[in-house]
């Protein structure tokens, strides 16, 4: 997809989707991590495909101009914020599709001026480790509870509570990253030595 042309169109047919899921009695999903959700048009739809009863999870690093759980309007919205150490700027979205999920990347936040006043591109995930891999980034900050913030319909923006375990979501998918690194270090240097052996 490809902004201004058709970014605002094929977002808006992958939203109906899990509107038209949920009306049937089938389960809607839809997870996002972008920077800003500004876009008025989008902020309604997101509103009705809530009251048709999808599970709406939103991670906002900045600007956040829709208000999650108000009773008929967004209860089924839950928005969270991770500003921390690190600057991200990742952007990816979750259609559930009934089971079937849909995964794409996207440089394009949802704003008027990224949505149709800019040239930005996004693409579809297809590849099964890979959407693998986005479902572990959004599964440890969605879990975050240090430098997370909650965004709700008092719009106080408050730190979620911390519990026993602490967990920091940049730091816990640093120590990924780095294990992954370490891991194809050792792997790569074992296939030297056997390639140099049998030489």
Known sequence: MVSPFNTRRKI??????????????KKGLIRLKINNLVDQEFI????????????????????????????????????????????E????????????????????????????????????????????EIDLIFSFQWKGNNKARIIDCYQKNTYRAKTNVSWHSQIELYQYYKQLEDY???ETSKSSSTSTSDN
């Open 184 to 186: 194809y270090k050792n």
């Open 89 to 132: 700027h990742a952007r990816f979205m979750i259609f559930g599709n009934n089971g079937s999920p849909l995964y794409y990347l996207s440089s394009a936040d949802w704003m008027e001026r990224n949505l149709d006043k800019r040239i930005e591109v996004g693409c579809p995930i297809l590849d099964k480790k890979i959407q693998q």
């Open 44 to 87: 309604k739809l997101l509103y009705e495909a809530s009251n048709a009863g999808v599970k709406i999870e939103l991670i906002i690093r900045g600007i956040c101009c829709l208000v999650p759980g108000i009773k008929k309007q967004s209860e089924n919205i839950k928005v969270i914020s991770i500003v921390d150490r690190y600057l």
């Open 12 to 25: 808006n047919t992958l939203i109906r989707n899990e509107i038209n899921f949920a009306k049937r009695g």
